[in-house]
C-alpha cells in the first residue's frame, strides 16, 4: 500500500490485523472448548512425537496424579497398554508411513486399575505431526457381549426345548414297546416255575427293560424333570441307598469316603432323581481318577443362608489360582435353608477353557463308547427344576468339587405324593373282583395289563380308543369302579376322558399310566381328577397295589 505522510493508511491496515487476529483467538478458543467437552479423547503429537495438544478427556485418562500429556511422549505416558507401549505405537508409524492412518482396539487400564476397553483411530496431519482420537467402547462391548450371552442362551434353550420335543415322542412310543414287553415277561415269570429256563430268560428281559426305561428317563429329565413325582426325602437315607448301589460299581481303584449323614434333613424331590444325582456325580469323579488311585468323597450338611443378598454369581468365574476355575448355575436366595450335598475327587481336573461345556447334553471327554454326555446335563436339569444350585471347583491336577444346594423340606408344604404302599412282586396278595376299564391304543400294553389283572380276579374290560372307551362307559357309569388310562391318544387325551368320566360317576376311581408325562406330571394329573399316576413301564404289581389302596380306602 502507499504510504501517505499522514499514515492513515497504515493505522487502518493495523487495526484490520488486530481484529482478524481477535477472530481467530475467538474461533480458537471455540474449537479447544469443544474439544475439551468432547467425550472422546483427542491428542496431536508433533513431529517430534511431543504431545502439542491433549484436551480435559483425554487429561483424566491418564495415570498418576496431576499428570499431564502436553510435552510428553505417548508411548512414555500410555505404558499400561494391551498391545503395550513402544510396540503399539510401532505399529502406529509403520501404518501411517503405508496407508497415511490406523484404527484398532487398545485396552487400557484407567486411574482406577480397571480396564478398559478403547476405538482409537490416528490419522496424518499437516507437518508431518499425528492426530490420535479414542473412543471409551467398554460399556458397547459389554452390550454386544451381554446380547452375543442371551442369543446364546436363547439357541441352548431352544436346542434344548427341540431336544424335549424329539425326547417326548420317542418316549412315548418306546416306552409302549417296553411296557408291552415287560408286562408279557412279567406275565412268563409268574406263570414258570421259578430257577427254570423260561423263568430265568423272561426275568432278564424284566431287567432289560428296566435299564431301557432308566436311559428313556435320562433323556425325559430335559423335557419333564419339573413333572417328577415329589415327596419329602432324607438325604441321609437316599446317601445310604447310593453307596450301596457305588460299593459295587465303582473300581478297584477308587476309595469312596461315605461319613455318616445327619439325621432329620429332608428335601421336596423325588427319591430316583435324587439317586441319580449321586450315582452320576460319584461315577464320573470315579472315572476322572483316569486308572489312578483316588477318592471320591460324598458329604451332606446343613447350609444356612442368611445373608443380604444373593450368594455367588451366575456364571463362570476363573480363579486366581492357575488352571483352576469356580461356575455357579444360579444365586443362593438370602433367608433360604439349603442342604448341601457335595462330590469331591482328587483326580486330573477339569479344563476351564471347557467349564461351561459340561452341562451340555452329550457332551463328554470320555473315549467313544464310554459315556453318552448326558450325566452332568440330566444333573444339572433336576437341580435347576427343583429351585436349587449346582456349584462346581475345579484346578486341573488337583481335582474336582461339585456342591449341589437344595432348599430345605419345609414341612407344612402340601404332600401331593401318592404315598403308595410297599411294592410286592406277588400279584394273588394284592386280588380283587371289581369291574375295571383299560384304555389304550396300544393294544399289547393293554391286553397283557387285562392278563394281569384278570388272573387275580378282577373283571376287566379293554377298549383301544378313548372315544369309544367314552361312550361304553356313559352306557352304565356307575357299572365301573376303577379306569386305567394312557395319556397321550388320538381324539381324547387321558385326563380329559377321566374328567367327563368323573363327571359321570365321581365315586370312579382313575389312574393315569403313562408312556410321556406331556407337561402332566403327577401334581398335573392329581388336580385334573386322576387318583394315581405310573410312568410307563410299570410293572403289574405296582399297578395292582395302587388299585387296591384306592378301592380299600373307600370300602
Known sequence: PTIEPSGEIITETLLVDIDEQVRKEKWLAAVVTALDSSQDSIVIEGQDRKVIYANRAANEGVRGEGRLLVGNYLHEVFTDTEPGGRHLYRRI????????????????????GVATTHDMRVAEIPGGGLLYATTDVTDVKARIAREADLQLQLAETQKLESLGRLAGGVAHDFNNILAATRAFADLIVGETPAGSRPNTY????????????????QILTFSRA????REPVSLADVISEAETILRGRLPANTTLQVPSAPQGLSIWANEGQVVQIILNLAINASDALNGELGKVALTTGLTRIKVGRPLFTKGLNRSDLADSFFYASAALRPGTDYV????????????????LKIFDPFFTTKQKRSGSGLGLAVVNSIVAANNGVITVRSRVGVGTTFDIYWPVYVSDKADMSSQLPASTNDLRALNGTERILIVDDEEDVADALSIALGQIGYRTTVSYSSTQALKLFLSYPLGWDVVISDQIMPDLRGLDLIQRMKAANPRLKAILCTGYSDKSGEDGALMR??????????????????????????S
Do not use: E
Not at 226 to 229: F, G, L, M, Y
Not at 531 to 540: E, G, R, S, Y
Open 226 to 229: 419339573q413333572d417328577a413325582v
Open 202 to 217: 423272561a426275568s432278564r428281559i424284566v431287567t432289560a427293560c428296566q435299564r431301557a426305561a432308566n436311559l428313556v428317563g
Open 93 to 112: 508409524r509403520k501404518s501411517i508411513t503405508k496407508y497415511g492412518h490406523w484404527r484398532d482396539t487398545v485396552v487400557y487400564r484407567n486411574k482406577a
Open 340 to 355: 448341601c450335598l457335595t462330590c469331591r475327587d482328587n483326580g486330573t481336573g477339569i479344563p476351564a477353557d471347557i467349564a
Open 529 to 554: 381328577g386322576a387318583d394315581l399316576f405310573f410312568m410307563k413301564p410299570a410293572p403289574a404289581t405296582a399297578l395292582a397295589a395302587g388299585i387296591r389302596q384306592l378301592l380299600d380306602k373307600t
